[in-house]
């Protein structure tokens, strides 16, 4: 007999069978019953994104680099200020970095891009013509659209990094072939340094034209003062005995002075921007020439496969409990047994996966 005070020990109980498990059972079980379901899309998923992975096009990237030729103004307000240790920026805002990486991006330097004239081996064999008549597939656009599309084309593909701390710009492209990335990227090089040499030679122009009528306003002037001091010396050739005419000649002298000084400034100024006008010189200095690219570009295939392995398994993992949340045909007294013959009936698949895939496929008749 056993002692009646002497405490029972309580029986195990399965953690299946505790009402906060039940669902969990249950989720169990759906998981089980539904492993085929599982299976299939956590291998055909990924199977599926390495077929496309590998039969997608090779892409290649061309890299190049270039330094604008800054132009400081010189000042005598940066000159004082470096003297009390405060830097006055002197270089153009047109000449920073930042503003060739928004010029490449604009409507004028893509439209350069993309009516220039290509011409390269690709897989399909030759390819000639212009950007638009090789991006845009779709002929049935109007040219205004078909224009658009090459110019989302190049914004997707072509990529313009500025380097603030060097100075530099940085240009990178993607292409279906190596020599078109490169074509590409001499072409926006190209495209850049002649909007520099017009903008230059523009202002360079503009500058011309205001010095020069401002040459001859200071030659007019000039002969002005001079006249005035000629004038001045005939009507008083004793000037220097009185204190009244001296300084009369005083004031004239200088006047002739600055006139003369302010001439020599004006047609200083002229000459260099009539030297500018018609200045041809390079306006960047390419560090970097576009190369032709050795090695495509990665699929990421590796990567990319395994994603698709984890979200192939998530997949079948919804779809399954979704099943089983619909049909509900399970209830809380059956989920331990159930569980545990859907338990071993897995283990056995697994240990015999051949006679797992026949009946999936429906060779092999269930037992």
Known sequence: ????????????VSP?????????????????????LIAICTLALPLVVGIVLLSSRRTWTSSASFMPATRRAA????????????????????????????LVMSRALLGAIADSSYSFTSDTGEVRGTLVD??????????????????????????????????TIGLTVVAP??????QLLQRAVQGINRFNLETRQSQAGAERRFTERRLEEAKHDLRSSEDALQAFMQSNRDYERATAPRLQYD???????????????????????????????PAITVIDEPNV???????????????ALVAGLLLGCVLAAVRGFRSNDVRPVDVPGHASQLLEETLEDCRHPVRWIGRAIGRVPAT
């Open 177 to 182: 072939a190596p020599v078109f990335a490169q």
């Open 75 to 102: 000042s005598n307000l940066s000159g004082l200020a470096a003297q009390f240790g405060i830097n006055v920026p002197t270089t153009e805002p047109s000449q920073s970095p930042a503003f060739y990486a928004d």
């Open 293 to 307: 690219p050795a090695r495509p570009n990665g699929r990421g295939t590796v990567a990319k496969t395994f994603g």
């Open 134 to 167: 090789i991006v845009v597939k779709d002929h049935g656009l109007s040219p205004s659209l078909r224009r658009e599309e090459a110019f989302r084309w190049l914004r997707d593909h072509l990529v313009a990094t500025p380097y603030a701390r060097t100075g």
């Open 1 to 12: 007999m056993t002692d009646p005070t002497t405490p029972r020990l309580a029986a195990p």
């Open 251 to 281: 004031r004239l002298s200088r006047d002739v002075t600055f006139r003369q000084q302010l001439l020599t400034s004006i047609a200083q100024a002229f000459e260099q921007a009539h030297i500018d006008e018609v200045r041809d010189t």
């Open 16 to 36: 299946l069978r505790t009402p906060g498990a039940a669902w969990q059972g249950r989720g169990l079980i759906w998981l089980l019953r539904d492993r085929t």
